[in-house]
């Protein structure tokens, strides 16, 4: 699976936006980008994908590289219950791999 | 919004039994999945599970671990003999099949195994 990189840790204000990174400079193809977060004592949650074009749900919104080797996890107003750890992972739709591979995420801690 | 359940939140088995951990995925998804997470350390896959059989597993799914779908709804992991280093918090968590993988897998919150 290709690798991505995110910083350990990032802190934010509550109702403030916040702009998660993620690198994955050797994404291919056929790369989905993936989200997903996990709230303290709790299993990971989906929080959003795409592949080329930048994505927007109820959660949140995911703003892809046009060379696509980075992109960014935006989180318009942040809120207390946002504090988890987020993951970014790419998956393979052609490969035939089912797993996702988790690496430590990013830390999030929203300040009241 | 449907979910995916698992029980029991927590079990204590003594180190050598077998313990089974139960899972309910989402009722119309088809594939399935156990990953572990050991304390203060990242989410691991152990093993996939579609149409009745293990599509894929890892280096950590040994002889030990087995799984089954006895019935229409439950998903079980069982671990025959279970070791110290099996202590983990075990997700179970399930796909809708549409096409190839790009769709989300949905996580239960986890059954914490405490061997002693």
């Known amino acids: 699976d290709a690798k991505t990189t995110q910083p350990n840790s990032m802190e934010s204000n509550e109702e403030e936006p916040v702009h998660l990174p993620c690198n994955h400079s050797?994404?291919?193809?056929?790369?989905?980008i993936h989200w997903y977060r996990q709230l303290p004592s709790q299993g990971p949650e989906y929080v959003i994908h795409?592949?080329?074009s930048n994505v927007n749900n109820r959660m949140a919104s995911l703003a892809i590289a046009e060379d696509r080797k980075s992109s960014t996890l935006i989180l318009h107003r942040a809120t207390l219950r946002d504090a988890a750890v987020y993951y970014c992972?790419?998956?393979?739709?052609?490969?035939?791999?089912?797993?996702?591979?988790f690496g430590k995420g990013t830390k999030l801690t929203v300040n009241p | 919004e449907p979910e995916v359940t698992q029980t029991p939140s927590h079990q204590v088995t003594q180190m050598g039994q077998e313990v089974i951990l139960r899972c309910v995925p989402i009722?119309?998804?088809?594939?399935f999945y156990w990953y572990r997470q050991i304390l203060g350390q990242k989410v691991e896959f152990l093993v996939s599970?579609?149409?009745?059989?293990?599509?894929?597993k890892s280096e950590i799914f040994d002889d030990q671990f087995s799984v089954e779908r006895p019935d229409g709804s439950n998903f079980t992991l069982k671990i025959r003999s279970t070791k110290l280093e099996d202590s983990a918090m075990y997700f179970c968590?399930?796909?809708?099949?549409?096409?190839?993988?790009?769709?989300?897998?949905?996580f239960g919150d986890g059954t914490r195994l405490s061997i002693l």
């Open positions: 968590a399930s796909r809708e099949y549409r096409g190839r993988g790009n769709q989300p897998q949905h």
């Open positions: 795409g592949l080329t």
């Open positions: 992972i790419l998956r393979d739709v052609q490969g035939g791999s089912e797993k996702l591979v």
């Open positions: 599970f579609y149409n009745n059989e293990i599509s894929e």
């Open positions: 009722s119309n998804h088809l594939y």
């Open positions: 050797t994404i291919s193809g056929t790369d989905y």
